[in-house]
């Protein structure tokens, strides 16, 4: 069993920040790759950002240059910096590792 817990959401000014934390525990072997994802209200589940153990990075059109992904392999835990924040940025955001395990899911709410 793996398990996942977020943390960091909450309610936040337009052009705010957050910080969103995902530590990962249990049944770990490998973990290849670790991802941020979202749903917004009446929206579909859409990647965010991603990273591998090499370091690749993707990240989603409508964040890039503000939002920033990084991990700590030692901690087992994936970050996501969240900068100018848009109310278009409202969702719950979901951790993601190897394509496989999800988090519960921790509410982003830009609102002024």
């Known amino acids: 069993q793996v398990q996942l817990v977020e943390s960091g959401g909450g309610l936040v000014q337009p052009g705010g920040s957050l910080i969103l934390s995902c530590v990962a525990s249990g049944s770990i072997f490998s973990i290849y790759l670790m991802g941020w994802y979202r749903q917004g209200p009446g929206k579909q589940r859409e990647l965010v950002a991603d990273?591998?153990?090499?370091?690749?990075?993707n990240y989603a059109d409508s964040v890039k240059g503000r939002f920033t992904i990084s991990r700590d392999n030692a901690k087992n835990t994936v970050y996501l910096q969240m900068n100018s924040l848009k109310p278009e940025d409202t969702a719950v955001y979901y951790c993601?590792?190897?394509?496989?395990?999800w988090g519960q899911g921790t509410q982003v709410t830009v609102s002024s």
């Open positions: 990273i591998s153990n090499g370091g690749s990075i």
């Open positions: 993601n590792i190897n394509l496989v395990f």
